[in-house]
Each structure stands twice: as C-alpha cells, then as structure tokens.
C-alpha cells in the first residue's frame, strides 16, 4: 500500500516535472507575448489588446520608434556613431572618455544612457497610464508596483532602442568571444551570456514608495543580460539603492559586491544571472525602467547549457543583505526575528566593504582617491 502510494507519487511528480519542462520549452520558443496569448486561447479568450495610443496617451512622440535617436544621451550617441555607419562592432569605444561608462564590479557596468527629457516622459506616460484605469498587471513576479512598458504600444519604441542602441553594447559586454572586450577600464568582464545576438525583450518600469513595493528581495532576473535606467531625480529618494551580490551558481553569489545608488537617465547594465535587490525606500519615490534582454538562440545553444544549471545552485556562506526570503531555504535560520522580511539600508552599509556608488554614479572610493590627488594628498589604497 505504502510502496503504491509512494509509486503514484512519483508517478505525479514526474508528470509535473515533463508538464514544467514542456511548458518551459514551449515559452522559451513562442517568447513571453505569445505565450501568454496561448493560455488567454486556451482558456478560450482573446489576448487583451489596450487602447491607449494615440487617444489616451500624453506624449505621442513616444510612441513613433522613428524618434529613437532623440532620446539618447549625447555621449552615448557619441560613441555609437562609428558602428551605425560601419557596423564595425570594434568601432564602439567604451573606453572613451567623453562616454565616462564607469566599471563598478566584475561585469556591472554603469554609463550615461538616456536624456532627463525622455526619462520624465516615460514616468509621467507611466503615471498618466495608470490613472486611465485601463488593464494593468505586474510588471514581473517580485514588483507589484509598476507597468509593462511593451503592453501600452511602446514594444516598438524598445525595439528599435535594443537593436540600434543596447545592442552593440551587450556584445562588447557580453558577448561572443570575437566582440567582447576581456576587461574594460580596469575590471574583467564576465563572459559570453549571449549579448551578440539578443532578439527578445521584456520592458518595463518599477516604483518604489513607503505605499506598495518599499524594497525588492535578492533575486536573479529572468533574461540574459538587463538594462536598469534610474528614471528618478537623485534629490526625490532616500535609500532604495541596488544591491549586487555574486553571479548565481558562483561559491560567493551570496557575498556582497556593490552598492549602487541609481542616478537619473544612467543605465548599469549587468548578467541576469547575477543576484541583486533594492533596499528599504526611506523618503519619497523611486522608479526605474528595466529592459531585460534574451537571446533565444545562445539559450538554445550548449554553451548556455553549461553555464546556466539550476541544479548546481547550492547556499554556501552569505553576508545578510544577500540573504533571499523568497528562495533560500536557510533564511528563517540566518536572518534573526527582528531583521525578518525588510531590507534596510544598514544592511547594505554593513557589508558595504565592496564598492559603493553616490549620488552622481561615481564609486566612492575612486572618488575619494580623485579627491586626494587634487588636494596633493597621496591617494588611498583600495
Ligand atoms: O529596483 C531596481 O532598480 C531593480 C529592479 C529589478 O531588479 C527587477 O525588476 O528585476
Ligand atoms: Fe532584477
């Protein structure tokens, strides 16, 4: 009896597991959209469609992906020239100065990406949209609080951004071996993770307030490679910063490895695969825009077999901060009681002993070693 009822159990366990693996399989080769439009058929429904442009919206130009050079940063568009004429990947210079990308930890990068005209725009469209009272939902799993920027008729918009724009910078970042740079001002990259030949996006913006989302829990995202633009002023928040820990298979994913306070129109761009969270808001809002990027073909590719196997996830040692109430099993045991389930900034600054970045974007450290050296003094040691 016993023996039967454990057999029917494995039997049902097995079911589910092909039922996940097929579903799975079937996501990652429709995408998100369509996938999603797949179980709105089977249920049978019809995928929502929303009206919103151009009657309801606020800032048509958005919504015309012809405007998408407008938005660009001067010393992103700068940098982007050679390659749009040549489409000579070498030409895409991340090293210059004028750009002023700023390497904050292996494989976190941060660089000047859209103007505060367009970053105003898309929170005040955010904003205006979530007033219609037309159809909303989630941005992700984690965010309650935000709006799926591709569900309001700005998918092409974001397209054109990846290809013309995001795109040249993924491979140079994290791309195939011929395109990627081995190191950029000082700090490694971290490897191919498929940054040559993205063709998928999911776009979206988050908030932060004392009200609804006040931090995010440590997470990795699911995507390749994401895109994360601060569209706040830096004067509007307190707390709230980006907390990066290791990538997610790595003996230190759990160990702290950079504080990043977001700075408007700045994007920091890094592997999906690495665990991050927002801290604790203290005052006022937040918001972001988030691209998270998937090239189909490197998942479908060996490669990406090797580097990416849940079942080699393993805890290992943790600072707190980088502690998981959502997947680590050993959570309730490491983080005490009165710590349970919140993310306060001091947690952060506890482990704070990996670099830090402040209000303009500059890691504190080298900032503190660029002061020195213009008051004479002889510069710290890292
Ligand atoms: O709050 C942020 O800036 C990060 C949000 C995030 O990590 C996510 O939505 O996946
Ligand atoms: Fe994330």
Not at 210 to 238: P, R, V, Y
Request: proline share 4%; glycine share 6%; with cysteine.
């Amino acid at each position: 009896m016993m023996a039967a009822a454990t057999d029917e159990a494995n039997t049902a366990s097995s079911k589910d597991a092909d039922f996940d693996r097929l579903f799975g399989e079937l996501r990652e080769s429709l995408g998100d959209e369509n996938f999603r439009n797949f179980l709105v058929a089977l249920r049978g429904g019809k995928p929502k469609t929303v009206k919103y442009h151009p009657e309801k919206c606020l800032h048509a130009e958005l919504f015309d992906a012809s405007n998408w050079s407008r938005w660009l940063d001067p010393r992103l568009s700068k940098v982007l020239e050679e390659w749009h004429r040549t489409g000579d990947l070498k030409q895409v210079d991340l090293d210059a100065a004028a750009l002023d990308l700023q390497a904050l930890a292996p494989g976190i990068f941060s660089f000047p990406c859209f103007t505060a005209d367009f970053c105003r725009k898309i929170l005040e469209e955010v904003k205006n949209y979530q007033r219609s009272g037309l159809p909303e939902r989630p941005p992700n799993s984690m965010n309650n609080q935000g709006l799926v920027l591709n569900e309001i008729g700005l998918l092409p918009l974001f397209d054109e951004l990846l290809s013309k724009v995001l795109s040249p910078l993924a491979a140079r970042l994290f791309g195939d071996d011929n395109d990627r740079l081995l190191s950029l001002k000082g700090q490694k990259t971290i490897g191919n993770w498929g940054g040559s030949h993205l063709d998928k996006h999911h776009t979206f913006v988050v908030q932060y307030s004392a009200k609804d989302d006040t931090h995010l829990d440590m997470h990795i995202d699911e995507c390749d490679i994401t895109f994360n633009i601060g569209l706040s002023e830096s004067e509007t928040f307190q707390g709230n910063q980006l907390v990066f820990c290791g990538l997610y298979d790595a003996d230190d994913h759990r160990k702290h490895q950079l504080t990043y306070r977001h700075v408007l129109g700045q994007c920091v761009v890094h592997c999906g695969k690495q665990r991050h969270g927002a801290v604790d808001i203290e005052e006022g809002e937040r918001a972001s825009l988030i691209i998270w990027t998937k090239s189909h073909a490197f998942r479908r590719s060996a490669e990406y077999r090797a580097l990416y196997d849940l079942d080699r996830w393993k805890l290992g040692k943790a600072d707190q901060i980088c502690l998981s109430y959502s997947h680590d099993d050993d959570y309730e045991e490491l983080m005490p009681d009165e710590m349970k389930f919140q993310m306060p900034t001091h947690l952060a600054e506890a482990a704070g002993t990996a670099s830090s970045t402040d209000a303009s974007g500059v890691p504190i450290n080298r900032k503190r070693r660029r002061e020195d050296s213009a008051n004479g003094a002889e510069p710290s040691r890292e």
